[in-house]
Structures are given as C-alpha cells and as structure tokens.
C-alpha cells in the first residue's frame, strides 16, 4: 500500500511539471498568434468618418443631430416627445404591435388562417431578407456608420423625450404648476 502511495506521489509531482510545461508552451503559442494579428487600434488611428479616436461613451454627433435635425419645423425630440406625451412609452412601438395584431386577428377568421398563412410566411420572408440586408449594409465602413448614426439618433431622441416628460412631471408633482 505504503508503494502505490509513493508511485501517486511521483506521478503528482511529474503531473504538475507536465502541467506547468504546457502552460508554458500555451503562452509560447498564445505570444507567436498576437504578434501576427492585425493592431486592433490601427482602424481608430485614422480620421475619417470613424469617431473611435476621440474615445466617446456617447455617440455625441447623433446626440446633436437629434437636437438639431428638424423635419417640417420640429425636431425629433420633439415629435418622439409628443409620440410618447399622447401614446405612452411604447408608444414607438405601437405600429409593429398594430401590425402583428391585425395579423393575429386575420389568423383567427375561418378563411384567415389561410391568408393569415401566407402572410406570415410573405412577412417573415421579408423580414430575414431585410435583416440579412441591413446586416450587410451595417458591417460596410461608410454606410454601416451612417445606418448607427440613424440608430444612435433614434434612440437618444426616445431618452431625450423620455427624460423631458419625467422631468416636467417631476417639475409639475412639485410645484402644483
């Protein structure tokens, strides 16, 4: 027994130079792949339209753009803030909700569920086309950027009128006003 305890304690000792052995050899592989990659900075070095290089949490130019921009004398901030003002916080929802709805209800009728089918498969198949598409377009330098710059402003516009609505309720539960 004493000799099979010895013989684990050999094979211990052997294991954890085999052990420290690989992980030497992990870091050797690991040293030689990153110096043949690419410097994932290099992109950010030029100055064109990718904004990398200046460092911002917040895309600031959509933040400006959604201040700025304005379509038939009002922002976008303020048509989100009257979207949400009349319709509720999902309201910038509520047509792809009023699209599924009539297509669940055109599914619930006798000769519906046929056509109800159909459309469904026609609008999923749309939709996968789209996003294949817009995935595409959203991975190319100059028209990737523009498609976030559009993203980026829709959604600082939402928490722009978000926060413009909490704030005049917060303003007016105080003041009575």
């Known amino acids: 027994m004493r000799e099979e305890f010895r013989e ?3 094979w211990a000792a052997h294991g954890s ?3 420290a ?3 030497e050899i992990g870091a050797y592989i690991g040293e030689a792949i990153s110096a043949r990659l690419p410097d994932p ?3 950010a070095a030029r100055r064109g339209l990718d904004i990398r290089w200046m460092r911002l949490k917040y895309n600031v130019p959509a933040i400006l753009f959604a201040l700025l921009v304005t379509w038939g004398g009002r922002s976008t901030v303020d048509r989100m ?12 929802l509520g047509w792809v909700l009023m699209a599924g709805l009539v297509l669940g209800a055109l599914v619930l009728l006798p ?3 046929w056509l109800g089918t159909a459309l469904a498969g026609l ?10 598409l817009f995935g595409r377009a959203w991975k190319t330098p100059y028209i990737g950027y523009l498609l976030r710059l559009l993203v980026a402003v829709a959604v600082w516009s939402f928490l722009i009128a978000a926060g413009r609505l909490m704030g005049r309720a917060v303003i007016h539960f105080l003041t009575g006003a």
């Open 21 to 23: 052995a690989a992980h």
């Open 8 to 10: 684990a304690d050999a």
């Open 41 to 43: 900075h290099a992109a």
């Open 81 to 92: 803030t009257a979207s949400v003002a009349e319709g509720g916080v999902f309201a910038p």
């Open 111 to 113: 000769i519906g569920s």
């Open 123 to 132: 609008f999923a198949s749309v939709l996968h086309g789209m996003v294949r």
């Open 17 to 19: 130079e085999g052990v």
